[in-house]
């Protein structure tokens, strides 16, 4: 009798658990923005590549590879012959200068988010061959690829050759590293080019932690220190940099909530500007995001509050109002780019999502997807929130019960905390070193050994002796099933199993368990 009044109770908290879930409001973001995905992929096949090599910025300092931009807000001073040196006008975008640079940029993250996003809809594998070639050209190729420094952003003429707040002009590049996520499945991504784009992105993010300009920029006071962190945050994801990460999340919980925030959420230093609308919508949209891509199933950024009760429901909540009704914004009208604002914000659907309020995702729905106002483009850093919504969740790492095998096999099938979802191909399914969905270790041979009844034996190989911290995991089927070969590249990865590429994973195959003797 206890036993069935147990099952009873059982059956009723989770009719009630699946209850509850299906009254938590949603939004069907695929089918929402399939049209406008697949319009903007299509135009995107015919794109040609684009480079920032194309463009030679005259007043630079650097080389072919470098990007160059000049400061938004910086004017000719009417008051010399050559204009030197130049005068701010802030919130006034000076037309004339270069801004080449930036709007390839922008192409190429308009292109190849589109393309993701239509490859994670359709799995056409036309999308994907057509976003691996415009990432081969922008980031890999040495002759038109762009180098993974911002030394010469923002540049003002008399002044300086660049400056720390030029790292905001690489912000829209975040939406790269989710493409190449959803793209991971494609055989237009090859473990190569994989390993080359984690590369660029990893080399970057070192760039902006080391440099004096990247530190002068994480240390502001403003918007330009939250995008900075949302652009590690991503960067570190992508290219596996936990230690980034960490800081990111203690950037946001010690800093940004409680400095940059007020007690009625608004934001304080964004209200000063000429554009307090603009850079308020701005500043929200990318606290959200950083909400989006830092938390974790231990650590949900959503639900985080200071003592006082600041936190990005209240921030949201101060600004829902005025995006639902423009004309009831307490201040002066921004100066620039009033009458398009607002646009849809990315932010305010992932709130929405993850707090589960209704009425900010049904505003997202009413609101205009594509801006056509260079200005309100300039400051929206997510034109596909799709590739944001289906990160797989973080999974605790089993412990490994051999602790003498390599490092690798912790790679095999558990999570970690950038790399939520490591992937295996079937050329491992081919190469016999997959069985039952795992990747079998290579075991060094001071450590040769079987493993325990009824489990898959270890892959044993002939090779010269060598210490196991030394031993290079190889992440390309062997070409010699009794000998490890290093000529494709593998002793490359020796004591950075961090580096290693990750290929998608494959469903639906039976690996052949069997050993050579």
């Not at 929405?352 to 205009?368: I, N, Q, R, T, Y």
Request: aromatic residues 10%; glycine residues 6%.
């Amino acid at each position: 009798m206890k036993k069935f009044s147990f099952l009873i109770c059982r059956i009723l908290v989770i009719s009630g658990q699946f209850l509850a879930a299906a009254a938590q409001p949603g939004v069907d973001v695929a089918a929402v923005d399939r049209g406008r995905i697949l319009q903007a992929a299509n135009a995107a096949l015919d794109m040609a590549p684009v480079t920032i090599t194309q463009f030679r910025a005259k007043l630079s300092t650097g080389g072919s590879n470098d990007f160059y931009s000049n400061g938004d807000y910086w004017w000719p001073d009417p008051d010399k012959p050559d204009g030197l040196p130049y005068i701010q006008r802030d919130g006034q975008t000076n037309p004339e200068n270069f801004n080449r640079h930036r709007l390839a940029i922008r192409q190429l993250r308009d292109g190849v988010a589109a393309l993701g996003a239509a490859y994670q809809l359709t799995g056409d594998e036309r999308y994907a061959d057509k976003a691996a070639e415009l990432l081969r050209v922008f980031f890999l190729d040495p002759a038109t690829r762009m180098n993974p420094h911002l030394r010469f952003a923002q540049a003002v003429p008399g002044r300086s050759p660049g400056r720390g707040v030029g790292i905001i002009d690489t912000l829209h590049l975040i939406e790269v590293p989710m493409a190449i996520g959803a793209l991971q499945n494609s055989r237009a991504i090859p473990p190569e080019t994989l390993a080359g784009l984690k590369q660029w992105f990893g080399d970057y993010l070192e760039w902006m932690i080391t440099s004096r300009n990247g530190q002068e920029e994480a240390a502001a006071k403003n918007n330009h220190a939250v995008a900075f962190w949302l652009q590690a945050a991503v960067f570190a994801r992508f290219s596996g940099d936990e230690v980034c990460l960490a800081e990111a999340r203690r950037q946001f919980k010690d800093v940004f909530v409680p400095e940059q925030m007020a007690a009625d959420g608004s934001f304080p230093a964004e209200l000063k500007r000429t554009k307090p609308y603009g850079y308020s919508i701005f500043q929200l949209d990318n606290m959200a995001t950083l909400c989006q891509v830092l938390t974790t199933p231990t650590e949900n950024l959503w639900a985080f509050e200071s003592p006082d009760g600041r936190g990005i429901r209240k921030a949201m909540a101060y600004l829902y109002p005025f995006l639902a009704d423009k004309t009831k914004w307490p201040l002066k009208p921004d100066v620039q780019a009033w009458d398009t604002w607002p646009a849809r914000p990315p932010g305010l659907l992932f709130a929405g999502l993850a707090l589960g309020e209704k009425p900010w995702l049904e505003l997202w729905e009413k609101l205009p997807p594509d801006p056509a106002d260079p200005e309100v483009q300039r400051n929206i850093a997510i034109t596909q929130p799709v590739l944001w919504l289906y990160i797989a969740p973080r999974r605790a790492q089993a412990p490994v019960r051999n602790p003498e095998i390599h490092e690798y096999r912790k790679y095999q099938s558990h999570a970690s905390e950038s790399n939520p979802a490591p992937f295996f191909s079937q050329r491992h399914a081919r190469s016999g070193r997959v069985f039952r969905g795992r990747l079998k270790p290579i075991v060094c041979p001071e450590t040769r050994q079987e493993r325990r009844q009824g489990q898959a034996r270890v892959l044993r190989h002939r090779q010269p002796r060598r210490r196991c911290g030394q031993f290079p995991a190889c992440h390309r089927p062997l070409r010699d099933r009794r000998t490890l070969r290093y000529g494709h590249g593998c002793a490359a990865y020796a004591g950075h199993p961090e580096k290693i590429p990750r290929r998608p994973a494959v469903s639906g195959f039976q690996a052949d368990a069997r050993q050579d003797g």
